[in-house]
């Protein structure tokens, strides 16, 4: 009977910790006015930029040019930029204890410091999620009405775009935190990501190999732009979910190897 009475308190000291965790960790994120304000400006920005590729694609379509194109996808293609404003909130999440020397405080609270890292997992990647799922949506309405006819879209244009984007902030947000375990400060952990985005691609792009150019469609920007717009070649929604999966683990991981081989 001892033994039988073991077995739940295992499972509870695993789940009680991580939700008790994640709770502060939401009540860290609420407390910061420069991490909710960083959200706002990202929110802000999506919305204004997707209404100006819209009214710049019927200005375009007005005098001859092949601009039609999906408002939804329009407004995912803004998160290029857009995506910056979430990722800095992302790395400040956790480098900002590095710099305040909350740090110290955080693991006495929680000791397991895997625990605090899945804690921190859990809340950006819900965060991230939820933004993208209701972001493109909303800023779909301005963008079509920018477009005009130029903007058209179907049900399915909407939810591939939706959940492409909420996929991707979700799991854009746990590589921005894996590069924040290992760079402990922000400026580093931005840095990195915007090489691994925005600038790998088009220095890659440059370079005439074959095999550098299939590298490229497996980065996670590419990866995101496949399954937001349900492209078949070279590879389906479901392999691109795979690919950013992959990436987020892999930094996550190494991040988490880092925090708990390395001193606070």
Not at 62 to 73: C, E, H, Q, S, Y
Not at 205 to 210: N, S
Not at 215 to 236: D, H, R, S, V
Request: charge should be positive; include cysteine; glycine fraction near 10%.
């Amino acid at each position: 009977m001892k033994t039988l009475d073991l077995v739940p308190k295992r499972q509870v000291s695993s789940v009680g910790p991580l939700l008790a965790a994640t709770r502060a960790e939401i009540t860290k994120f609420r407390g910061s006015r420069s991490l909710t304000g960083l959200y706002a400006a990202g929110i802000l920005a999506t919305i204004a930029l997707g209404w100006l590729l819209g009214a710049s694609a019927k200005a375009s379509g007005d005098n001859g040019f092949d601009t039609a194109i999906p408002a939804p996808l329009l407004v995912f293609a803004t998160l290029q930029f857009g995506q910056l404003f979430f990722a800095a909130a992302a790395a400040l999440h956790m480098t900002g204890e590095y710099s305040s020397g909350t740090i110290t405080s955080t693991l006495q609270a929680v000791p397991r410091r895997g625990i605090m890292v899945g804690s921190k997992a859990l809340v950006l990647g819900t965060l991230g999620m939820a933004t993208g799922l209701v972001l493109i949506p909303v800023a779909t309405i301005p963008t079509a009405l920018g477009a005009g006819q130029y903007g058209q879209f179907a049900f399915a244009d909407l939810f591939s775009a939706s959940l492409g984007a909420g996929t991707y902030l979700a799991l854009l947000n746990l590589m921005v935190l894996g590069l924040g375990l290992l760079c402990r400060n922000s400026a580093g952990a931005l840095v990195s990501l915007i090489a691994l985005v925005l600038c790998l691609p088009q220095i890659l792009q440059l370079i005439p190999m074959d095999w550098v150019q299939t590298l490229i469609q497996y980065l996670p920007t590419n990866a995101a732009t496949f399954m937001a717009t349900g492209a078949t070649e070279p590879y389906g929604p479901a392999m691109a979910f795979v690919i950013l999966v992959a990436w987020s683990a892999a930094l996550l991981g190494a991040g988490t190897v880092a925090l708990k081989k390395r001193d606070a």
